[in-house]
Nanobody, 119 residues
Framework: QVQLVESGGDLVQPGGSLRLSCAAS????????MGWYRQAPGKQREFVAS???????NCADSLKGRFTISRDNAKNTVYLQMNSLKPEDAAVYYCKLTYKNFYGYAQVWGQGTLVTVSS
C-alpha cells in the first residue's frame, strides 16, 4: 500500500513564501505522476501543478511564475515552492500520486496540509 505524507503548510503573510513537501512510501511501486491540488473553503478542489517521472511539469496558468513544482526521485518526494503568496492562495493543499505496481496503475491522495495567508 502506498501512502503520502504532506508537510509544510503554515500561516504566512501576503508576499511571503512556503515550500510544501509530499513524501510517498510503500513497497513495490514506481512513481508516474505527482501533483498538487488545493481546495479553499466553499470551493471545488482545483489543480495546482504536476510533474511526471521524467520531470515534465505542468502548472495552472494563473499560478505560473509564482508556484514551482519539483521532485526528488531518490526520496520519492515532490515539492511545491510557493512565492509571492496572496490571500486567495489560502487553502488546504493536497498531494496526489499516480503510481504503477504489479496490479497496474492506481492513485492515492494525501491528507492535506493547510496554508493560511494573512497579515
Amino acid at each position: 500500500q502506498v501512502q503520502l505524507v504532506e508537510s509544510g503548510g503554515d500561516l504566512v503573510q501576503p508576499g511571503g513564501s512556503l515550500r510544501l513537501s509530499c513524501a510517498a512510501s510503500g513497497s513495490a511501486f514506481s512513481l508516474v505522476t505527482m501533483g498538487w491540488y488545493r481546495q479553499a473553503p466553499g470551493k471545488q478542489r482545483e489543480f495546482v501543478a504536476s510533474i511526471t517521472d521524467s520531470g515534465s511539469t505542468n502548472c495552472a496558468d494563473s499560478l505560473k511564475g509564482r508556484f514551482t513544482i519539483s521532485r526528488d526521485n531518490a526520496k520519492n518526494t515532490v515539492y511545491l515552492q510557493m512565492n509571492s503568496l496572496k490571500p486567495e492562495d489560502a487553502a488546504v493543499y493536497y498531494c496526489k500520486l499516480t503510481y504503477k505496481n504489479f496490479y497496474g496503475y492506481a492513485q492515492v491522495w494525501g491528507q492535506g496540509t493547510l496554508v493560511t495567508v494573512s497579515s
